[in-house]
């Protein structure tokens, strides 16, 4: 079974910028998590998404949006980049609770 | 944000000891918890799970321990290998919270051989 496949694995943006991160879920899984890694902060959880329906958000501010179709791949959106949003977006996907399985990242640096 | 700012702990074993590395958890409502290993440019990869219901719980070379007292977690490596080098989280949830996982700090494992 293929595992959870994040695109693009690196990004390089501006400030100011908008960015669209992508996650492909294993197959049959339906909740998709999104988090961000930092060395600063450490893992920290965005949000949640179980079919099509955001079901947890953290603590982050609007900028950070994200989204599920209905095959359960999932989007997420930061608008308005700032420095200290370079991080490691990382999505994890699970059917539909308990033993989430990651993705290997998409590294998002903001110059 | 939920995670204290990094200076990580390092647990630096020989090659074939057994490596314990501890954690403690923050919400004594979380029900489950979650330890992870995380190797240089991947994503953190499942290691082991327990229930609060549960105080012990084994796999394959490795063993998670739970203190709900104490709020206290460890996770025990049998017969540690190089591949073993990581750094590891402990991770908790709250089932009503759906599948948001609140992290630990994380701890560096290094292995010597």
Not at chain 1, 33 to 58: H, I, V
Not at chain 1, 92 to 99: N, Q
Request: glycine share 10%.
């Amino acid at each position: 079974k293929a595992g959870v496949t994040q695109t693009p694995r690196y990004l390089i943006k501006t400030r100011g910028q908008q960015v669209t991160l992508s996650c492909s879920p294993i197959s049959g899984h339906r909740s998709v998590s999104w988090y961000q890694q930092t060395p600063g902060q450490g893992l920290q959880f965005l949000f949640e998404y179980f079919s099509e329906t955001q079901r947890n958000k953290g603590n982050f501010p609007g900028r950070f949006s994200g989204r599920q179709f209905s095959n359960s791949r999932s989007e997420m959106n930061v608008s308005t980049l700032e420095l200290g949003d370079s991080a490691l977006y990382l999505c994890a996907s699970s059917f539909p609770d308990d033993e989430q399985y990651f993705g290997p990242g998409t590294r998002l640096t903001v110059t | 944000g939920e995670s204290v700012g990094l200076h990580l702990p390092t647990l630096s074993v020989q090659e074939g000891d057994n490596s314990i590395i501890n954690c403690a958890y923050s919400n004594s409502a979380s029900d489950y918890f979650i330890w992870y290993k995380q190797e240089s440019g991947k994503g953190p990869q499942f290691i082991i799970d327990i229930r609060s219901n549960m105080d012990k719980r084994q796999g394959q070379r490795v063993t998670v321990l739970l203190n709900k007292t104490v709020k206290h977690l460890s996770l025990q490596i049998a017969a540690t290998q190089p591949g073993d080098s990581a750094v590891y989280f402990c991770a908790e949830k709250y089932s009503g919270y759906g599948n948001k996982l609140v992290f630990g700090a994380g701890t560096i494992l290094r292995v010597k051989s």
